[in-house]
């Protein structure tokens, strides 16, 4: 099965992916990981003014098949949230890269956007 998987985006292994603009990366979960997690039932998030580390968790995607923490691909201020999240978690499910975003994130240093994966190193990981 073959997973959408944009060229203009950054990826960590953990299967989360960023967006960056202009100071800004914005962070949701792949579309293997959404397939990977089934329907999604509930997202716990940080709140606007937390700050988040790379590689460290933020949050919490349950579904009906399972409990799983989500980690920052970056560091930095949390600027915002998702909150459709809250009322609509399926919106995962259904625009993992669009809809479906998480959170928006300040880059305390963006270097670290070096470290993640393109496009196609994440492709070649889920196949």
């Given at each position: 099965m073959s997973f959408d998987v944009p060229d203009d985006l950054r990826y960590l292994e953990s299967h989360e992916w960023v967006r960056t603009d202009d100071g800004t990366a914005r962070v949701g979960i792949t579309d293997f990981a959404q397939d990977e997690l089934g329907d999604v039932v509930f997202v716990e998030l940080p709140n606007e003014g937390d700050e988040v580390a790379a590689g460290d968790?933020?949050?919490?995607?349950?579904?009906?098949?399972?409990?799983?923490?989500?980690?920052a691909p970056v560091s930095?201020?949390?600027?915002?949230?998702?909150?459709?999240?809250?009322?609509?978690?399926?919106?995962?499910?259904e625009d993992p890269?669009?809809?479906?975003?998480?959170?928006?994130?300040?880059?305390?240093?963006e270097s670290e956007l070096d470290d993640l994966l393109g496009a196609e190193a994440y492709r070649d990981q889920t196949e």
């Open positions: 968790e933020f949050g919490v995607v349950e579904s009906i098949k399972a409990v799983s923490d989500v980690y930095g201020t949390v600027t915002a949230v998702n909150e459709a999240l809250f009322d609509q978690p399926e919106l995962v499910n890269f669009g809809e479906g975003w998480m959170l928006d994130v300040e880059l305390a240093d």
